[in-house]
């Protein structure tokens, strides 16, 4: 495969091992979405970055000023001593600067892990005291229980901003801001001056625990008796110190995303379609809408503030390993705020392979890679950053598009797509760095296309590899050890969805056109593996499936909850938007009955036994 000055491929291998070309319709079109069709080659990176104790050559004397505001003077060569964090260096012959990244050469991740945790969707999540949608305080008391029971750890899914405009966006990972999350997961019963406010919040409140009667979660609905309690909070809010730092801490990003926030309450979600002066986020119309919107934005930070000391209370019971979706919406903050970074039109996706014949058009918009160096990579350093606050890991979704990502240029189908490619090097050490800072270890979900040698490379950066059973030709014992060991993910069948074949039904219920052959394949694979009758009972299933993943000789392994209450339906349908209820379906128990209930406490059991947890293994990462 050859790649080209602005990172175009000239094509790929596919799962089945065919290649497919990388057209000139297609290759055009790319160059198109960059932005920069007319321009012979990119313009040079602006960053440069250097590994941990390498003393590469310079083009001429310059001044290094360290991340601690320390000028130091250097002539032919960087020292081999410089600390790791984000430096500036400037050119003394033309006073050019430039940053120069320092990062360590592999990921934290501490010796002899061998821990288990719960994958829980936290919407899904609900308790008694849960205003129709699983929240922060319900977290905490997952994580608590989860800990009790040996856990190490408790993967969630991404908590992710959405722009706060009904209807609300449902994906977690179609998100407006993956640096910010979402209100909607705020516990009102824990908001300061919420147990003094009276009759009100207690009828909102009241209100918002009928939701829990049905297992459609209806996010309009939750954020409307949400967002009525949070207002009535925020007027009576008489200010805090913490509240000040947190502010002062977060700058820049959080005044802008706040901002984003007040403008789309008035002007509705997509940016694109705002007044042309509100478009850019620089414009003196927006500065004068923030000024004049002051109690306003000053709400949105708020919730972003009270979000941030809920799960940092979560996070003091067990290391949280948090979700990182691959991209963010178009018409979202993170998208408003970095237009001249990112390209909305193409979209990120995946080619065609078995389970997805027509290929997958996520309709994230991506990085444009030169234009993102030429941003000092800061997007992708504040990306990763926010994702390891409060948290001891991250999951990387999609984490091939490191290396590179599959674009679909706008008005093309997935099938037409081209892969580009990234510079995996400068992004790795990001992770790394990051990773180090946070404490907090780091998987890559490599799933689905993988180019040789990518795994290799993760494995080099202690990243670890995620292995699911229902992919895996070998049996669990097999795995790897730089791993995190699953049955299944949220977008596959859950073990009694498969076994009872509701999921091919649910499928074929709502018109798509399930590969029967290759779900017998997989049930078939399971039921050898397990060794039972084609007609075994769906709790000694999971199980007996359970067992076999306890085997697995990889550092983390996760168990979702589903599976643990032998639900038939999957979290998310890949390729629908209407069809299915993604992202919306509530486990069947409350918290408080799932905590009685025998089969989670039996998988719990199986796991714990399999990988006792040891001194240090249950730190829960830290934020710097």
């Not at 983390?556 to 379906?585: F, K, Q, Y």
Request: hydrophobic share 40%; net charge negative.
């Amino acid at each position: 495969m050859t790649t080209d000055a602005w990172g175009i491929t000239d094509g790929f291998h596919d799962t089945a091992g065919g290649w497919h070309s990388t057209s000139a319709e297609t290759r055009a079109a790319v160059r198109r979405a960059m932005g920069d069709a007319a321009a012979e080659a990119p313009p040079p990176s602006s960053v440069r970055v250097v590994r941990q104790g390498a003393a590469p050559e310079l083009d001429g004397p310059a001044e290094l000023t360290l991340e601690d505001g320390a000028v130091l003077g250097v002539t032919d060569r960087l020292p081999a001593d410089l600390p790791t964090g984000y430096h500036q260096i400037r050119r003394l012959e033309d006073a050019r600067p430039s940053r120069l990244i320092i990062a360590p050469h592999r990921c934290h991740l501490p010796d002899g892990l061998r821990i288990w945790g719960w994958a829980a969707q936290l919407y899904a999540t609900r308790s008694t005291q849960s205003w129709g949608i699983g929240d922060l305080a319900d977290l905490h008391r997952l994580a608590r229980w989860s800990s009790s029971l040996g856990a190490g750890m408790l993967l969630i899914n991404p908590l992710s901003a959405a722009t706060p405009v009904a209807p609300l966006q449902p994906s977690p990972y179609y998100a407006s801001s993956r640096r910010f999350r979402n209100p909607l997961f705020l516990s009102v019963d824990e908001v300061p001056g919420a147990r003094t406010a009276g009759v009100d919040l207690e009828r909102l409140a009241a209100t918002g625990r009928v939701l829990n009667e049905d297992r459609r979660i209806d996010r309009d609905a939750v954020w409307k008796l949400k967002g009525a309690a949070l207002e009535k909070l925020w007027a009576a809010f008489a200010g805090s110190d913490r509240f000040d730092r947190y502010r002062a801490e977060q700058g820049r990003a959080l005044r802008e995303y706040a901002t984003f926030c007040a403008l789309a309450e008035q002007h509705g979600a997509g940016w694109q379609g705002w007044p042309a002066e509100y478009r850019r986020p620089e414009s003196a119309a927006v500065a004068r809408f923030a000024a004049e919107r002051a109690e306003r934005v000053g709400y949105h930070e708020w919730l972003q503030w009270l979000i941030d000391e809920q799960l940092a209370r979560a996070s003091g019971e067990l290391r949280l390993m948090q979700d990182l979706p691959i991209g963010v919406d178009a018409g979202g903050a993170d998208a408003w705020a970095w237009q001249d970074t990112v390209t909305t039109d193409a979209s990120v996706g995946a080619p065609p392979d078995a389970y997805n014949t027509g290929g997958q058009d996520w309709g994230l918009p991506p990085f444009v890679p030169h234009r993102l160096a030429a941003d000092g990579y800061t997007p992708f350093i504040e990306t990763i950053r926010a994702g390891l606050r409060h948290a001891g890991g991250l999951r990387i979704d999609h984490v091939m598009g490191l290396f590179r990502l599959f674009w679909i240029p706008k008005g093309l189908a997935p099938a037409d797509g081209a892969y580009i490619r990234y510079p995996a090097d400068d992004l790795l050490a990001i992770v790394a760095l990051e990773s180090q800072r946070a404490g907090a270890i780091i998987v890559g979900e490599d799933l689905g296309t993988v180019e040789a040698g990518v795994r290799e490379r993760l494995a080099e950066q202690a990243i670890l590899s995620y292995r699911v059973m229902w992919f895996q030709p070998e049996p669990p014992a097999e795995y790897p050890e730089l791993a995190l060991a699953a049955v299944t993910t949220h977008d596959l069948p859950t073990i009694a969805g498969l076994w009872t074949g509701a999921d091919v039904e649910a499928q074929a219920a709502i018109g798509r056109e399930p590969n029967r052959a290759a779900f017998g394949e997989m049930r078939e694979r399971l039921r050898q593996m397990i060794g039972v009758n084609g007609d075994a009972p769906v709790p000694e299933v999971i199980e007996r499936t359970h067992d076999r993943l306890a085997q697995a000789p990889s550092m983390v392994v996760t168990a979702t909850l589903d599976d643990a209450l032998a639900v038939p339906e999957r979290p998310n349908m890949p390729g629908t938007v209407t069809e299915w209820p993604n992202w919306s379906i509530a486990l069947p128990l409350t918290l408080e009955a799932i905590e009685r209930e025998r089969l989670p406490q039996a998988i719990a059991g199986t796991l714990a036994r399999s990988r006792p947890r040891a001194s240090g293994q249950g730190d829960t990462g830290r934020t710097v």
